[in-house]
């Protein structure tokens, strides 16, 4: 990226990668998708990734989002890393929504970690699953 003069690097991970969701779907979440200190699951794998990213250097914004819909909503609220994750969902459309402001405006969300879910989509897991 340095080579090519790429300023901003924006990377979706996922949820739980720091083990910040808890609760019933904290460990829903770890059934379906393993855990982040274990190698070669989901979630160690994003894990590593992320890490990766935070050290590299570069500018960047890691965007850990909720279990995904395809909802036509643009509605969602942000968690910093070391915050406890709140909801279980999200839309596809509102994780794009939040890309753009992103690269539109890359100083505010500068080496930001950020968990995105839909406000008031708690609950053991996923609405739809």
Known sequence: MIKANIKKLVWI???GIYDEVPGKFGEW???MLGAPDQPGTYLGTYRKAA????S???DHTIIRPAWLTNNDEIDYELTKRGENFKGTEV???S???LV????INPSKFKQ???GVDKPDSDGDKPQWY
């Open 112 to 114: 930001a970690d950020l």
């Open 91 to 93: 839309s596809r459309k």
């Open 56 to 58: 590299s250097g570069l």
């Open 13 to 15: 991970s996922s949820i």
């Open 51 to 54: 890490d990766i990213v935070s």
């Open 100 to 103: 753009a402001k992103i690269l």
């Open 95 to 97: 994780i794009g929504n």
């Open 29 to 31: 979440n770890h059934q």
